[in-house]
């Protein structure tokens, strides 16, 4: 099994991060001999969308100028990493209710029509199918079983359909909440990590 693991966190130490690697360690342990490639959104950021991109993936590949082929590269490096993933772990701190920038810009690359989607007779089709997905989000307050809060969450509201249009719908979220809130932050982690079946 190839196991890609995002993160997002610019926090080197985040929750975010550190529940995708001890739910990558859970997979390793169900999973003896699998592989993990990490790619860190933070220290290795992808461009945000700009109009040479645009251009190059609605330019045959053969006929891209050289600044449009630079700017597709990213978005083909990313795709090819989800290709050959048989489980992803994207993880995701809470930023003004929703996702950073840095996860936004890698969907922006990864969502691509033709490539990771297509529009067919009965509309949309995504084609990332056959992979496991674990959203491993985190917020200093609690969004989820019925908080008066949930209304604020646009993290995984967001991240659930916008994976399953290109196929990615076997998706479990794993949350670490309340690690600003100090009755709840001793055990956040080690209570989402509990959580996680593998």
């Given at each position: 099994m190839h196991i890609l693991h995002i993160i997002s966190s610019p926090r080197a130490n985040s929750y975010s991060a550190r529940l995708g690697r001890q739910i990558v360690e859970k997979l390793l342990a169900a999973?003896?001999?699998?592989?993990?490639?990490?790619?860190?959104?933070?220290?290795?950021?992808?461009?945000?969308?700009?109009?040479?991109?645009?251009?190059?993936?609605?330019?045959?590949?053969?006929?891209?100028?050289?600044?449009?082929?630079?700017?597709?590269?990213?978005?083909?490096?990313?795709?090819?990493?989800?290709?050959?993933?048989?489980?992803?772990?994207?993880?995701?701190?809470?930023?003004?209710?929703?996702?950073?920038?840095?996860?936004?810009?890698?969907?922006?690359?990864?969502?691509?029509?033709?490539?990771?989607?297509?529009?067919?007779?009965?509309?949309?089709?995504?084609?990332?199918?056959?992979?496991?997905?674990?959203?491993?989000?985190a917020s200093g307050g609690v969004y989820s079983g019925g908080s008066p809060m949930a209304a604020y969450d646009f993290m995984a509201p967001y991240l659930k359909p916008v994976l399953g249009f290109i196929g990615l719908t076997d998706v479990e979220v794993v949350r670490v909440e309340g690690t600003s809130i100090p009755d709840l932050e001793p055990m956040a982690l080690s209570k989402a990590v509990d959580s996680v079946a593998v």
């Open positions: 999973h003896p001999g699998s592989s993990v490639h990490e790619r860190d959104l933070s220290h290795h950021p992808l461009p945000h969308l700009e109009e040479v991109f645009v251009q190059g993936i609605f330019t045959p590949a053969e006929a891209r100028t050289p600044s449009q082929q630079a700017a597709v590269q990213h978005s083909d490096e990313v795709i090819d990493e989800v290709l050959a993933a048989d489980v992803l772990v994207i993880g995701s701190p809470m930023y003004n209710f929703s996702i950073s920038s840095s996860l936004k810009a890698w969907l922006d690359h990864v969502v691509r029509a033709g490539v990771t989607f297509k529009y067919g007779p009965n509309g949309p089709q995504g084609l990332l199918t056959g992979k496991k997905v674990y959203l491993a989000l």
